[in-house]
C-alpha cells in the first residue's frame, strides 16, 4: 500500500489566542504569514517544519504546483532568516537565541512555548473525545509534535505535563548559530529508515521505495557532515558540549572510534557487492572506504587491519572532570533509560499500535543520547535487569566457552561481547576493506512468538531448505528440505510394501471428460484445475487439465484390468507432483500451487477390505508424523462438510502448531465406497452369484511435503530449524575448535586427523555425520549456521580436548553439553540421538495436550479458541451448523490477513474423544441433538 498522503505544508507557530473558547482544527493549514524579525526561533521551528512538509510532499508524490507552492514558502522562510541573523539557514543547526532587547516570554504568557504546547495538547485531547475526523485529529497531532521540538530547541529539555517551564536568559546580544546538533538529525534518520522498511515489508511500488531510499541517503550524508561520524542504528550520537576555552580546535576522533568506521564501511562495500547493486554505488563507497584507512593511518601510525585491536585513544581530562560530580544524575537517567526500554519491549510484546511503539521508542532515544552526553559512554543494560536477546546471548557465552577449551581459536562470536562485532576469522575471511563481521546476516531476526509469518519465511530461507520461484506459489526445494522427504519416502514406501502395495506411474494430463466424470468430485476441484489450452500458438482441439489428483487419470484403466474376482485387489501409489491453481495467500509448503504427494489408489471386491485399510494406512500416516517427525497427531474421521469430494468417508491426522494457535491437516485417507467404480464400470462377476455384475469397493490416500512446513513450526525456534535426528539430513557435524596462527603444525594436523577418525567411526556406527574443516569461516560462525540448519548434535573438538582424550557433544534441542570420553563418542552419540528424538516429541505431545479442551458451550467453545487453543465441542454434524460455527467465530478477528480459515472449522471426529457423549445431549448450537464430540479450531 502507497503511504499516507503527506499533511500541507506546516505553519509557523501562531500568534497569541484571543481569550475565545478553543478553536477546532482547519481542514488544511494555510501558509503562515511570515514571522516577526524579532523572532529567530519561531522563523527558526517555521523553516524546519516547512522542510519536513516539502519532503513528505515529493516522498508522497504530491502534485507539482502543491510541491512548488511549498517550496516557494520554504525558501521565503529562509530569506527571512537570514535577513534576521545574518547567516545562511543550515540543516542540523541549533536554533539563534533571541536578542537582548526581547524579554523572554514568561510561563504564563500565550507565546510561551510551553504554553502553545499545553494548550494544543488540551486541543488534541479535546479532539479525540469527541472523536473528531481522523484527519482533523492527524493535523492537531503533527502540529503538537512541532510544538514540542520547537519547546526542546527553546529550553533544552523535552516538554512534560504539569513540569515548571524554564525560562532562558536573555543573551547579550543576537548570537549566530552554533555547531550543529545531531540529535534531531539522528532522530530523522532512524524515523526515515523505518518509513523505508515499512514500505519494503508492504511492498510498496519501487518509485515509492526509491524515492524514500533516495532521502535515507540524503539525511544519512547529511548527519555525517554534521557529526563526522557515520550514522549507526541504535547508537544516538552524543551531544558536543562547549568546552570552556573558546575557539580551541576540537580534539581530532580517538582511534578506536575510527577503527569503528573503517568496520561499518568495509559492511556497507560487502554489503553493496553482495546484493549486486550498481557499479557507482560500489565504487562511491570503496573510495570512502580507502579514505577512512589513510585518516586511520594518518592518526595510529600504522596500517588498519581487520580484526586487530584498535589502540586506545588519548585520555580526556575535561570529560572525566565533567563525569566527576555526576554520578547520581547519570544513576538516575540510567534507570530512566532502563525503565523506558522495558516499557518499549512490553509493548512490542502486546502488539501495541504503531504509533504508541513509535512514541515510546523514540522517547527510548532521547533518554540514551541524553545519558551519553552526560556521562561520555553509550547506556549498556544490565544483564540482570533484563536486558533484550538473553537467548542469543547465553548461545555466545555457549559458544565462547566452547571456543576457550578448544584452546583460543578464530576471533568468533565468542569476541563478540567486548569488540561490538565479530573478527575478520569469521564469514568474509581476511582481506582488504573486510571488517568486523555483523551477526544479523547469518542469524535470524524475527522472533517466533512475535511475528510467525517473519519468522518462518526467514528460517526456511535461511536455513537453506527453499528458494523462490518467479511463478508465484512454487518454490524450489533445496537438498536441505528434500533430504526430509526422502527420509518419509523411505519410511512409507517400505511399510506399504508389506501390505502389498506397487508402485506405478501414470500421466500428469487428464482429459475433460474423464476429469468431469465424477460431478461432485470435480466441484470441489473446479477453481483450482490447470488447463493446457495451446501448443505454440495453436489452440488446442480440447483443453487438457494438469492432475489436481488423480482418481480420474488412473480409473480408466482400472476398469479395463478388472474382469473377476481374482483380478482383485488392485494395490497401486505412486510419488509424483500435482498442481491446484489456488487463489489463496500461499505459504511454502503449506500452501503452495504445485506439490509433491504419495497416492495410494486400491480397489477390493468386499468393502471390509477397504475398511480395514484404511485405517491401516492411517496409522502409518501417524507413525510418520510421530516415530519420525517426533510431532503428535489427533487420527479422527472428517465432518460430511469437510470429507474427500466423491468418497463415502475420510479419515485424517490433524497436527497442531502452537505459535499461531491453528491446526493443520498432516494426512488423509479415504474410503471411497463404489462411487468412482459406478462412474468407471470397474465391475467384476460376483463368484457368489454367477452371472451378476460387482461394483469394486475403493480407497485412496495422500500424504504431501507439507509436512515440511508442519516440522518446521511445531519444533523451530528463535536461533532456527530443529530437526529431529530420524529425519534430518546430518545428524552430527564435528567442528575442531582452537586451530590459530601460534597452533604448532604438529598439533593442528593431529587435531584434524582426530576429526577424521571420529566421522569414520560415527559413519561406522550407521550415524549421518560430516566434518566442517572449511578454513575461511571461524568456529563461531559454524556454531551458529549449523545451529540455524537445525542439526541435533554438534561436537567439538579442540587441542585440549585432544590432550584429555575427550571431546564435547552440544544439543540443538536444548544447549546442553555434554563431556564424551575418546572410547565411548559411538555409544554415547547414537544414544543422544534418540534421547534428542523422545524430548521433541514429548514437548511437543505436552503443547498439543494443554492446547486442546472440551467445551460444551458455545460461550465456552468461543472463550478457548480466542485463546489459541483447539476445542472439542458437542456437534450435531450438520453443514449448514457448520457454517454457522465457522461464521460466528470469524467475527471480526483478523488474525493474519489473507490467510486461510479465518472462523473455527471441523477439523475430524477424534477416534478418542476428551469427554463422553451424554444421553440427550445437545449440539452447541442448540438446535439438534449432539451426534459426537467433534474438534473444532483455527485452521491452515
Given at each position: 500500500p502507497a503511504p499516507a498522503p503527506a499533511p500541507a505544508p506546516a505553519p509557523a507557530p501562531a500568534p497569541a489566542p484571543a481569550p475565545a473558547p478553543a478553536p477546532a482544527p482547519a481542514p488544511a493549514p494555510a501558509p503562515a504569514p511570515a514571522p516577526a524579525p524579532n523572532s529567530a526561533p519561531d522563523l527558526f521551528a517555521s523553516i524546519v517544519a516547512q522542510g519536513e512538509a516539502v519532503r513528505n510532499l515529493k516522498a508522497a508524490k504530491a502534485p507539482k504546483e502543491e510541491v512548488d507552492k511549498a517550496v516557494q514558502q520554504l525558501l521565503s522562510?529562509?530569506?527571512?532568516?537570514?535577513?534576521?541573523?545574518?547567516?545562511?539557514?543550515?540543516?542540523?543547526?541549533?536554533?539563534?537565541?533571541?536578542?537582548?532587547?526581547?524579554?523572554?516570554?514568561?510561563?504564563?504568557?500565550?507565546?510561551?512555548?510551553?504554553?502553545?504546547?499545553?494548550?494544543?495538547?488540551?486541543?488534541?485531547?479535546?479532539?479525540?473525545?469527541?472523536?473528531?475526523?481522523?484527519?482533523?485529529?492527524?493535523?492537531?497531532?503533527?502540529?503538537?509534535?512541532?510544538?514540542?521540538?520547537?519547546?526542546?530547541?527553546?529550553?533544552?529539555?523535552?516538554?512534560?505535563?504539569?513540569?515548571?517551564?524554564?525560562?532562558?536568559?536573555?543573551?547579550?546580544?543576537?548570537?549566530?548559530?552554533?555547531?550543529?546538533?545531531?540529535?534531531?538529525?539522528?532522530?530523522?534518520?532512524?524515523?526515515?529508515?523505518?518509513?523505508?522498511?515499512?514500505?519494503?515489508?508492504?511492498?510498496?511500488?519501487?518509485?515509492?521505495?526509491?524515492?524514500?531510499?533516495?532521502?535515507?541517503?540524503?539525511?544519512?550524508?547529511?548527519?555525517?557532515?554534521?557529526?563526522?561520524?557515520?550514522?549507526?542504528?541504535?547508537?544516538?550520537?552524543?551531544?558536543?558540549?562547549?568546552?570552556?576555552?573558546?575557539?580551541?580546535?576540537?580534539?581530532?576522533?580517538?582511534?578506536?572510534?575510527?577503527?569503528?568506521?573503517?568496520?561499518?564501511?568495509?559492511?556497507?562495500?560487502?554489503?553493496?557487492?553482495?546484493?549486486?547493486?550498481?557499479?557507482?554505488?560500489?565504487?562511491?563507497?570503496?573510495?570512502?572506504?580507502?579514505?577512512?584507512?589513510?585518516?586511520?593511518?594518518?592518526?595510529?601510525?600504522?596500517?588498519?587491519?581487520?580484526?586487530?585491536?584498535?589502540?586506545?585513544?588519548?585520555?580526556?581530562?575535561?570529560?572525566?572532570?565533567?563525569?566527576?560530580?555526576?554520578?547520581?544524575?547519570?544513576?538516575?537517567?540510567?534507570?530512566?533509560?532502563?525503565?523506558?526500554?522495558?516499557?518499549?519491549?512490553?509493548?512490542?510484546?502486546?502488539?501495541?499500535?504503531?504509533?504508541?511503539?513509535?512514541?515510546?521508542?523514540?522517547?527510548?532515544?532521547?533518554?540514551?543520547?541524553?545519558?551519553?552526553?552526560?556521562?561520555?559512554?553509550?547506556?549498556?543494560?544490565?544483564?540482570?535487569?533484563?536486558?533484550?536477546?538473553?537467548?542469543?546471548?547465553?548461545?555466545?557465552?555457549?559458544?565462547?566457552?566452547?571456543?576457550?577449551?578448544?584452546?583460543?581459536?578464530?576471533?568468533?562470536?565468542?569476541?563478540?561481547?567486548?569488540?561490538?562485532?565479530?573478527?575478520?576469522?569469521?564469514a568474509g575471511g581476511s582481506g582488504e576493506g573486510q571488517g568486523p563481521k555483523k551477526q544479523t546476516r547469518l542469524g535470524l531476526e524475527a522472533k517466533k512468538e512475535e511475528n510467525l509469518a517473519d519468522w518462518y519465511s526467514q528460517v526456511i530461507t535461511k536455513a537453506e531448505m527453499i528458494e523462490y520461484y518467479d511463478v508465484s506459489g512454487c518454490y524450489v526445494l533445496r537438498p536441505w528440505s528434500y533430504a526430509i522427504w526422502e527420509a518419509i519416502k523411505e519410511f512409507f514406501d517400505k511399510e506399504i510394501r508389506k501390505l502389498g502395495v506397487e508402485n506405478c506411474y501414470f500421466p500428469m494430463f487428464v482429459s475433460q471428460a474423464a476429469l468431469e466424470k465424477e460431478k461432485s468430485h470435480i466441484a470441489d476441484f473446479a477453481p483450482e484445475v490447470a488447463w493446457v489450452t495451446r501448443s505454440g500458438k495453436t489452440e488446442l482441439a480440447e483443453p487438457i487439465a494438469v492432475r489436481p489428483t488423480s482418481e480420474t487419470v488412473m480409473y480408466p484403466a482400472y476398469a479395463k484390468w478388472v474382469q473377476s474376482h481374482r483380478d482383485l485387489p488392485i494395490k497401486l501409489n505412486q510419488w509424483c507432483n500435482v498442481v491446484r491453481w489456488e487463489f489463496k495467500h500461499p505459504q511454502p509448503f503449506l500452501r503452495t500451487r504445485e506439490f509433491l504427494w504419495q497416492e495410494g489408489h486400491t480397489a477390493f471386491a468386499t468393502k471390509e477390505e477397504a475398511a480395514e485399510e484404511v485405517l491401516q494406512i492411517l496409522d502409518l500416516y501417524a507413525r510418520v508424523y510421530e516415530e519420525l517427525m517426533a510431532i503428535p497427531v489427533v487420527k479422527g474421521r472428517k465432518t460430511e462438510k469437510e470429507k474427500f469430494a466423491g468418497g463415502d468417508y475420510t479419515t485424517t491426522v490433524e497436527a497442531f502448531i502452537s505459535a499461531s494457535g491453528r491446526a493443520i491437516q498432516g494426512a488423509t485417507s479415504h474410503h471411497l465406497g463404489q462411487n468412482f467404480s459406478k462412474m468407471f464400470e470397474i465391475v467384476f462377476e460376483d463368484p457368489k452369484k454367477p452371472g451378476e455384475k460387482q461394483l469394486a469397493f475403493q480407497n485412496s490416500w495422500g500424504i504431501t511435503t507439507r509436512t515440511i512446513g508442519v516440522l518446521t513450526m511445531v519444533h523451530g525456534d528463535n536461533m532456527g530449524l530443529v530437526l529431529p535426528p530420524r529425519v534430518a539430513c546430518l545428524q552430527v557435524v564435528i567442528i575442531p575448535c582452537g586451530i590459530t596462527a601460534s597452533l604448532p603444525e604438529q598439533e593442528k594436523d593431529a587435531l584434524l586427523a582426530l576429526c577424521s577418525t571420529y566421522l569414520s567411526r560415527l559413519l561406522d556406527a550407521g550415524v549421518r555425520v560430516k566434518t566442517d574443516l572449511r578454513e575461511n569461516y571461524s568456529p563461531g560462525w559454524k556454531f551458529n549456521h549449523w545451529e540455524l540448519k537445525g542439526v541435533p548434535v554438534r561436537l567439538e573438538v579442540g587441542p585440549k580436548d585432544m590432550q584429555q582424550k575427550h571431546c564435547v557433544a552440544v544439543r540443538r534441542d536444548s544447549g546442553e553439553k555434554v563431556t564424551i570420553p575418546e572410547a565411548e563418542v559411538e555409544k554415547k552419540l547414537v544414544t543422544m540421538l534418540e534421547d534428542i528424538q523422545n524430548s521433541l516429541f514429548k514437548k511437543a505431545s505436552d503443547d498439543l495436550q494443554s492446547h486442546m479442551v472440551a467445551a460444551d458451550t458455545m460461550e465456552q467453545f468461543q472463550k478457548d479458541l480466542d485463546q489459541g487453543r483447539i476445542v472439542q465441542i458437542p456437534f450435531c454434524g450438520g453443514i449448514e451448523c457448520e457454517d454457522w460455527i465457522k461464521k460466528t467465530t470469524a467475527k471480526d478477528q483478523d488474525l493474519e490477513p489473507g490467510a486461510p480459515s479465518m472462523g473455527a472449522k471441523s477439523l475430524c471426529i477424534p477416534f478418542s474423544p476428551l469427554k463422553t457423549l451424554q444421553p440427550g445431549q445437545m449440539c452447541v448450537s442448540g438446535k439438534e441433538p449432539a451426534q459426537h464430540y467433534t474438534l473444532f479450531g483455527r485452521s491452515y
Open positions: 522562510f529562509k530569506a527571512q532568516f537570514k535577513q534576521l541573523t545574518g547567516v545562511d539557514y543550515k540543516p542540523g543547526m541549533a536554533p539563534p537565541t533571541s536578542p537582548a532587547s526581547t524579554a523572554a516570554p514568561s510561563s504564563d504568557s500565550s507565546s510561551c512555548p510551553y504554553t502553545r504546547v499545553s494548550q494544543q495538547g488540551e486541543l488534541v485531547k479535546k479532539l479525540k473525545a469527541e472523536q473528531a475526523p481522523k484527519e482533523q485529529i492527524d493535523a492537531a497531532v503533527k502540529q503538537l509534535l512541532a510544538l514540542k521540538a520547537e519547546f526542546k530547541k527553546f529550553t533544552g529539555q523535552d516538554y512534560k505535563p504539569g513540569m515548571v517551564p524554564l525560562t532562558p536568559s536573555p543573551p547579550t546580544a543576537v548570537t549566530p548559530p552554533s555547531p550543529p546538533s545531531s540529535s534531531d538529525l539522528y532522530e530523522r534518520v532512524a524515523q526515515q529508515g523505518e518509513v523505508v522498511r515499512k514500505l519494503k515489508s508492504e511492498k510498496a511500488p519501487k518509485d515509492q521505495i526509491d524515492a524514500a531510499v533516495k532521502l535515507l541517503l540524503a539525511l544519512k550524508a547529511e548527519f555525517k557532515q554534521t557529526t563526522g561520524q557515520d550514522y549507526k542504528p541504535g547508537a544516538a550520537p552524543a551531544q558536543k558540549t562547549t568546552a570552556p576555552v573558546q575557539n580551541q580546535p576540537s580534539p581530532a576522533p580517538a582511534a578506536p572510534g575510527l577503527y569503528e568506521q573503517v568496520a561499518e564501511q568495509g559492511e556497507v562495500v560487502r554489503k553493496l557487492k553482495a546484493e549486486k547493486a550498481p557499479k557507482d554505488q560500489i565504487d562511491a563507497a570503496v573510495k570512502q572506504l580507502l579514505a577512512l584507512k589513510v585518516e586511520y593511518k594518518q592518526q595510529t601510525g600504522q596500517d588498519y587491519k581487520p580484526g586487530s585491536q584498535a589502540p586506545a585513544s588519548p585520555v580526556q581530562t575535561q570529560a572525566s572532570t565533567s563525569q566527576s560530580g555526576s554520578a547520581p544524575q547519570a544513576q538516575e537517567l540510567f534507570a530512566q533509560v532502563t525503565l523506558q526500554g522495558e516499557l518499549v519491549r512490553k509493548l512490542k510484546a502486546e502488539k501495541a499500535a504503531k504509533e504508541q511503539v513509535d512514541g515510546a521508542v523514540k522517547t527510548l532515544l532521547d533518554l540514551k543520547s541524553k545519558y551519553k552526553s552526560l556521562t561520555g559512554e553509550e547506556y549498556k543494560p544490565v544483564a540482570a535487569a533484563g536486558a533484550t536477546g538473553g537467548e542469543d546471548k547465553n548461545r555466545k557465552e555457549r559458544e565462547n566457552k566452547s571456543e576457550k577449551r578448544g584452546g583460543g581459536g578464530k576471533k568468533g562470536r565468542g569476541d563478540k561481547a567486548s569488540q561490538g562485532k565479530e573478527s575478520s576469522g569469521g
